[in-house]
């Protein structure tokens, strides 16, 4: 059974860093690509950052361009997101997904993690 597990999240003012971590386990990701979407209250779910694991592709939602990085660890099967400059409108629920292409629909992904928070507030 394929899993994701994040961790990282918590609470940072406005301009701060966080960085995210997702492993992943259960799957072979030569042929997979890692996303991290985000969900605020009473809003949908939006892409955020999503990386092709054979060759390390990267696609970015263009609210957090030159802001965020995500980043992968072969080794370890686990995906990053380094988040810089945050900003208030960041806060939100934050979900890794594993599937096959990187998409920005989440309706593409068919396994999720169980989120982590994040809040970004003065």
């Known amino acids: 059974q394929v899993q994701a597990v994040e961790s990282g999240g918590g609470f940072v003012q406005p301009g701060g860093s966080l960085r995210l971590s997702c492993a992943s386990s259960?799957?072979?990701?030569?042929?997979?690509?890692m996303a991290w979407f985000r969900q605020a209250p009473a809003k949908e779910r939006e892409f955020v950052a999503a990386?092709?694991?054979?060759?390390?592709?990267?696609l970015y939602a263009d609210s957090v361009k030159d802001r965020f990085t995500i980043y992968r660890d072969n080794d370890k099967d686990t995906i990053w997101l380094q988040m810089n400059s945050q900003k208030p409108e960041d806060t939100g629920d934050y979900y890794c997904?594993?599937?096959?292409?990187?998409?920005?629909?989440?309706?593409?992904?068919?396994?999720w993690g169980q989120g982590t928070q994040v809040t970004v507030s003065s």
């Open positions: 997904t594993v599937g096959t292409y990187m998409r920005v629909s989440p309706a593409e992904y068919a396994y």
């Open positions: 259960g799957r072979t990701l030569d042929d997979s690509a």
């Open positions: 990386i092709r694991w054979n060759g390390g592709r990267t």
